[in-house]
């Protein structure tokens, strides 16, 4: 039981822009602390400076001469016209008790309050203005938060921008929604999990009913949202600009009491329902999302394959120029949200690591992998599992599937593989080949069992045979292993996976015994080193490669 200070609650108080009237924020803000005592901070959203008139009411608080009443957290410059006004774009105080957060970040509270928070607008080019945010800056923000099996969510997010589909399952915010928020800042709020996100720029005042991040049934309970975005300071249509509430940091609060269900609880706005309508699948998830992948598999072909076979996926229609019978595909792979590090044709994509490209299909070296043969197969297209693969493209995979054990064989390895359906944005089957004297196929599988059991997950054993398809739905997130026997383990993923499970185990005492290569960013090494692995892994392989064939 936590007593004290830490399960008092917070005092905050939310404002939408100010725009420089800085004196009319500060004295509405002193009358309601007169009314109802001391509020602990103030957090502001939106454009915080105003036009050159508004200047001489900064300077008061900047020189001194006026301070704050609050401890008070600005974001970041949402115009090139207030870009003047941040001598930081890293954040730093800019008077006595105003604190500019900066461009994006995590700021703690002595509390634990954790508040998550990007400034200004999407930036539609790159190198960005000094008062946009990228989608790198995004994936900065999301990735190491994400990277912790632990993360259930943050208290507050804040962001100048609205969230593009906030509105979606709730009620409709009184502004033309057409060209409102950026789908960048959704994803976000999505992956993050804010208690409470907050947002300016849009002038009107909008409090969407709460909303779940778990798919009832499906998911266990998790806490829910709400998004308030906030009007203007001292708009002449009177709409609320502050908003006020009382917050338990969530590190510090009763999980039972964090999970629960206010009455008016609507379905997540983020989320896409199925076409069957029974299903909820959560959008492909967010570069930098998942831990493993940030980049974990990269590629470059000196090789020669036509360039269209490395692009054409992002067409409608997949015909092939040099095959005029080559057959339609039937259905065009979905589309990343944001950049992606394992699509081919992306411009993510760091180009050394590949070893062979089929037409749906290849093969890379995995970066700081567990042995240096160590190789990942994945879908050339934006799929998120094998369970999302068109029939063609599993077709492919199981061909060089089949093409891994063959050489795995030769060499006297068994092929193990296994993949992650859980905060990962594209399918990523990883193939490791442990020597046949290490260790017997029973001992992987005990191995598997033995840590699963320990960790209260239950593998289960599931028929050789079995289409995926038939136990994991799209949109399921599992976990799952075949063995070089054929046999298979599959679990189905309830809430804070360890992220490195698969590769934990196999690095394991018991197997290959290299328990400091189990995590994969201690296993980096300099780009030479790679390209001369994937280099001499190409050589080894290409007896087996059906793709080069061609």
């Avoid at 508040?115 to 960005?128: K, N, W």
């Avoid at 510090?252 to 199925?274: F, I, S």
Wanted: net charge neutral; proline share 7%.
């Amino acid at each position: 039981m936590l007593i004290g200070m830490e399960d008092k609650p917070l005092r905050v108080l939310a404002c939408g822009d100010v725009e420089g009237r800085i004196n009319a924020l500060f004295n509405r803000v002193n009358a309601i602390q007169k009314k109802s005592g001391q509020f602990d901070l103030l957090l502001c959203v939106g454009e915080f400076f105003g036009t050159s008139e508004a200047e001489a009411e900064w300077l008061a608080y900047k020189s001194g001469a006026k301070k704050a009443p609050i401890h008070t957290y600005i974001l970041g410059a949402a115009s090139q016209e207030t870009v003047k006004y941040f001598p930081n774009s890293d954040g730093c105080e800019l008077a006595e008790n105003i604190t500019c957060l900066g461009r994006r970040g995590i700021f703690t509270g002595a509390s634990g309050l954790q508040i998550a928070y990007v400034s200004g607008r999407e930036a539609q080019q790159e190198p960005a203005s000094s008062h946009c945010f990228t989608s790198k800056d995004i994936m900065a923000l999301a990735a190491p938060l994400l990277s912790n099996s632990k993360f259930r969510g943050v208290d507050i997010l804040l962001t100048s921008q609205w969230p593009r589909g906030v509105w979606q399952y709730g009620n409709s915010p009184e502004t033309d929604t057409k060209f409102c928020g950026v789908s960048s800042i959704a994803d976000l709020a999505d992956k993050l999990k804010p208690r409470y996100h907050f947002a300016g720029l849009e002038a009107v005042h909008y409090e969407r009913l709460p909303y779940r991040n778990h798919v009832v049934l499906q998911e266990n309970a998790q806490h829910v949202s709400r998004f308030i975005a906030m009007a203007t300071v001292n708009n002449p249509a009177k709409k609320k600009y502050l908003y006020a509430f009382n917050i338990v940091p969530m590190k510090n609060m009763d999980p039972a009491e964090l999970v629960k269900q206010p009455q008016d609880v609507t379905e997540n706005p983020y989320r896409k329902p199925m076409k069957d309508g029974k299903k909820e699948k959560p959008p492909p998830s967010m570069t930098g999302a998942e831990e493993e992948p940030v980049s974990q598999f990269f590629f470059d072909l000196g090789q020669k394959k036509p360039q269209h076979q490395q692009h054409h996926h992002g067409r409608k229609r997949q015909t092939d120029g040099d095959r005029p019978n080559y057959p339609k595909q039937p259905r065009r792979p979905p589309q990343p949200t944001g950049p992606c590090w394992f699509c081919l044709a992306s411009p993510e994509v760091e180009k050394h690591l590949v070893i062979s490209i089929g037409t749906h299909c290849y093969m890379a070296v995995a970066k700081g992998g567990l042995t240096p043969d160590h190789v990942l197969l994945l879908p050339i297209g934006h799929y998120q599992s094998v369970v999302d693969l068109a029939s063609e493209v599993v077709e492919e995979m199981e061909k060089y599937k089949s093409a891994v054990k063959k050489f795995c064989k030769s060499r006297a390895q068994r092929c193990i593989m296994f993949e992650r359906n859980y905060r990962s944005q594209h399918l990523q089957l990883q193939v490791v080949p442990v020597p046949m004297e290490k260790c017997s196929t029973e001992d992987i599988k005990e191995a598997f069992m033995t840590q699963a059991e320990e960790q209260q997950m239950e593998l289960m054993e599931i028929p050789a045979h079995t289409d995926l398809k038939q136990i994991a739905p799209p949109g399921t997130p599992y976990f799952y292993v075949e063995l070089d026997t054929g046999e298979k383990l599959f679990y189905r993923i309830k809430k804070n996976f360890p992220l490195q499970f698969g590769r934990e185990v196999l690095a394991s005492e018991a197997l290959l015994n290299i328990p400091m290569r189990a995590d994969w960013r201690d296993c980096k090494c300099t780009k030479e080193e790679e390209e001369d692995q994937a280099k001499q892994m190409r050589s080894d392989f290409e007896p087996f490669d059906f793709a080069h064939e061609d």
